[in-house]
């Protein structure tokens, strides 16, 4: 059975920082490209970032380029997201989703798993 587990989320003033972490298990891990995404209330679910199985190819959106980090630890299955100069507007519950694949994906659907997500609140 395959568990994402967010942690690490909460409420932070505009300009600070958070690190959201996922910790995978019930897949191999090393070999799965995972992503975040974010859905604010009454918007879509959109990708936020991606890596790959080996951590060498990111992708970020443009509304975080500079300012969000993905990386991952194969060693403990699990994936982070570093988030700082953090915005009101990066308001919203954060998933992180996994794709059997490997490669970065950049739509929802392409992902084979998701977690429970963790809300993240940015006060300006």
């Known amino acids: 059975q395959v568990q994402l587990v967010e942690s690490g989320g909460g409420l932070v003033q505009a300009g600070g920082s958070l690190r959201v972490s996922c910790a995978a298990s019930?897949?191999?891990?090393?070999?799965?490209?995972m992503g975040w995404f974010r859905q604010a209330p009454g918007k879509e679910r959109v990708l936020v970032a991606a890596i790959s199985w080996g951590g060498d190819i990111t992708h970020y959106a443009d509304s975080v380029k500079g300012r969000f980090t993905i990386s991952r630890d194969n060693a403990k299955n699990t994936v982070y997201l570093q988030m700082n100069r953090l915005r009101p507007e990066d308001t919203a519950v954060y998933y992180c989703?996994?794709?059997?694949?490997?490669?970065?994906?950049?739509?929802?659907?392409?992902?084979?798993?998701w977690g429970q997500g963790t809300q993240v609140t940015v006060s300006s």
């Open positions: 019930g897949l191999t891990f090393s070999t799965t490209a």
């Open positions: 989703a996994a794709d059997r694949r490997g490669l970065i994906a950049t739509m929802a659907g392409d992902y084979d798993y």
